[in-house]
Structure formats: structure tokens, C-alpha cells
């Protein structure tokens, strides 16, 4: 009853640019907050970026100053803007979601299926 759906990923060159959007759709009462994650080969999946329902932002001390992530809360869709992009940002970022389906209820956590991001050095 709840999608959440990444895309934008692709091949990159070091020092390049994309953009990342995930939109959420459903039956859907309030979206607490928004955030990308990533998972290298071999490691953990880890916490990129995050966007509150407010407007707070949280960053990885690895992309400070180099990703951006912004929001439209009337069409649920969250961006990850990320620029100078280096070979340690290869990864399947996934877009997540903490969101109740209607008032009163509990905020569970949603989420995509993943896009693969390449840096081609």
C-alpha cells in the first residue's frame, strides 16, 4: 500500500555530477522524514543523508559540502543532489521513508528498491 521508488542513478565520471529522486506513493497520512542510504560491496549500508518533516537536514561527514538533499513535501519525493562525486560513492543509495498510513497510527520505516550510482575511475 506504500511504494517508495529511487531513480537517477547511473555512471558517473570522478568529479561528475547526478541527481537522485524518490517519490512516495500510497496510502499515505504524514511523512515524518525522508533519507538516502548507501551499501558498498563487502560493507554496511549507512546513513547518506536525511531530511525531516521541518526541514533539518543530517549529513555522513563523507559527503558534507558535496551532496544536497532537499524535499517537496506536497508530491513526497526527496532529492540527493551529489556533486564531485569520487570512486568511494560507489554504491546502491536507497531511499527510505518514516511515514503512519493514517492519524494516530505508528511511523514505520519504507523502503526502495535501490540505484546503482558507478564512479567510472
Known amino acids: 500500500q506504500v511504494q517508495v521508488v529511487e531513480s537517477g542513478g547511473g555512471l558517473v565520471q570522478p568529479g561528475g555530477s547526478l541527481r537522485l529522486s524518490c517519490v512516495a506513493s500510497g496510502t499515505i497520512n504524514r511523512i515524518n522524514a525522508m533519507a538516502w542510504y548507501r551499501q558498498a560491496p563487502g560493507k554496511e549500508r549507512e546513513l547518506v543523508a536525511l531530511i525531516a518533516s521541518g526541514g533539518t537536514t543530517r549529513y555522513e561527514d563523507s559527503v558534507k559540502g558535496r551532496f544536497t538533499i532537499t524535499s517537496d513535501k506536497a508530491q513526497k519525493t526527496v532529492y540527493l543532489q551529489m556533486n564531485s562525486l569520487k570512486p568511494e560513492d560507489t554504491a546502491v543509495y536507497y531511499c527510505?521513508?518514516?511515514?503512519?498510513?493514517?492519524?494516530?497510527?505508528?511511523?514505520?520505516?519504507?523502503w526502495g528498491q535501490g540505484t546503482q550510482v558507478t564512479d567510472t575511475s
Open positions: 527510505s521513508a518514516g511515514l503512519n498510513m493514517y492519524t494516530g497510527e505508528r511511523y514505520m520505516l519504507y
